[in-house]
């Protein structure tokens, strides 16, 4: 394991300052991370892949802990997604690794939807990663989803990660803890467009997450491979001094 001091690196970028392990490079597909990226509409991806997002209702930033972070308002309908797609990119195994923050207490919130369009508003649709009332919840297209956690507060930064390898399916983490899995292969829009915030069209796939999230991101992270249990604990420990974990 490597480690830098004085500088933490996301994707090829440094934050100068701290102290800490180097996130997983290898098959980093798009890494958005609101210390280093955002500039006006564009959400910029660090990992040197130029798959750049946009900003959908103007959101806004602050800072936590010394760190930019995102701030999307679910009553202003804010979200952000990369309009060009990924092709078929992630079809076969990938993994996301979100930071973030729900700020509205029980209230329910989606992280990541999947579309196949890049108007994320017709057509296929199901969403992948969110808050329920209760649970934080994970889960892909024609599988049962996983509760990748119990229980949740808006006063905890949480790092969510969902990763998917085939028929073997998909097993979940947060804040380095595993939690649960489900088999099945999911079944694959023409093309994948994903966005950070915003609700899928079909009614709460996941159980009950229907709402825009209400809170901070930190970074969203994208491979288009599984990351093993050993490189979602590194990237964890990566930026958990962030966030204060």
């Known amino acids: 394991m490597i480690t830098i001091t004085g500088s933490q690196i996301t994707g090829g970028m440094s934050i100068t300052g701290e102290t800490t392990t180097v996130i997983v490079s290898s098959n980093l597909f798009a890494n958005y991370d609101a210390a280093t990226g955002i500039s006006g509409s564009t959400f910029n991806?660090?990992?040197g892949n130029s798959r750049n997002a946009t900003l959908f209702g103007s959101p806004t930033t602050t800072?936590?802990?010394?760190t930019t972070v995102l701030v999307l308002s679910s009553a202003s309908s804010q979200y952000f997604g990369y309009t060009t797609g990924y092709g078929?990119?992630?079809n076969s195994a990938?993994?996301?690794d979100v930071w973030c923050r729900?700020?509205?207490g029980s209230t329910a919130g989606t992280l990541i939807g999947e579309w196949s369009n890049s108007t994320f508003n017709s057509g296929w649709t199901d969403a992948?990663?969110?808050f329920n009332t209760t649970q934080i919840n994970c889960g892909v297209y024609n599988t049962a989803y996983a509760t990748a956690q119990s229980g949740w507060n808006n006063t905890t930064w949480y790092n969510i990660v969902m990763t998917y390898n085939g028929a073997a399916g998909i097993a979940t983490y947060v804040n380095g803890t595993a939690g649960g899995t489900q088999a099945g292969a999911k079944q694959?829009?023409?093309s994948t467009f994903l966005s950070m915030g915003k609700p899928d069209g079909a009614g709460g796939y996941l159980n009950g997450v229907t709402n825009y999230f209400n809170g901070y991101i930190g970074a969203w992270k994208i491979y288009n491979r599984a990351l093993t249990s050993t490189e979602v604990t590194q990237n964890f420990n990566a930026l958990r001094g962030r966030y204060g974990v």
Do not use: K
């Open 45 to 47: 991806d660090s990992s």
């Open 128 to 130: 992948q990663m969110g």
């Open 102 to 104: 729900n700020l509205s």
């Open 88 to 90: 078929t990119s992630l």
């Open 188 to 190: 694959n829009p023409g």
């Open 94 to 96: 990938f993994t996301f």
């Open 63 to 66: 800072t936590v802990n010394g």
